[in-house]
């Protein structure tokens, strides 16, 4: 079956450090891969996506890149900010038509900023 | 726009009461929609999915239940609630020909 393994956190960081979360997954074929962030308090929201190889998904400041060879798709800013704090959420969503859009998410990492 | 509503955003329950929530969507016809469900320091699981009216996938064994009485409204439900039932449940909704999904604000159950 799909899977998607993030880093294990907390991550703690001061303002201005660079930023990055680890995120591998398992699935046959290419599946479409996302990024969301999770405030507190609050449902999920998109942050970046990417749906083929290589393709780079970009906002706010984060970038991540769909790598199929090592079947990563690695979070990084080079400059947190404290409203960057919140939790991060990496997720797949199978390839083909059948998959009726359901993700399979990792188990999230918690990051803090202090400044 | 589209837009998802969510509601109550949080619920204290006893053991052993009913449980109904309620997800509708607005703007979109034809949404893809789900329940997941966030337990304490986990990740997100996904529940119920459905792809029209009245059809309802479930993903787990639960005690909850999920119905779809109308196009874009989603209910999740259980008849008797447990204690493992608290947790931070997500409705969702995605175009019907593409990939990613788009969330509500969620509902804290705390069940005592």
Redesign the interface.
Known sequence: GNSVTQMEGPVTLSEEAFLTINCTYTATGYP?L?W?VQYP??????LL?A?KADDKGSNKGFEATYRKETTSFHLEKGSVQVSDSAVY?CAL?PAGGT??????????TILTVHP | SQTIH?WPATLVQPVGSPLSLECTVEGTSNP?L?WYRQAAG???Q?LF?S?GIGQISS?VPQNLSASRPQDRQFILSSKKLLLSDSGFY?C?W??RM?????????T?LTVV
Not at chain 1, 99 to 108: C, D, E, N, R, V
Not at chain 2, 98 to 104: H, I, K, L, V
Request: zero cysteines; charged letters at 15%.
């Open positions: 479409s996302f969301y308090g609050e449902g999920l929201q998109l996506k749906t959420f969503s998959s009726y859009g359901k993700l399979t998410f990792g188990q999230g | 969510q893809n789900y986990r990740g997100l996904l999915y792809v993903e997500l969702a995605s175009p593409n990939t990613e999904a788009f969330f509500g604000q969620g804290r």
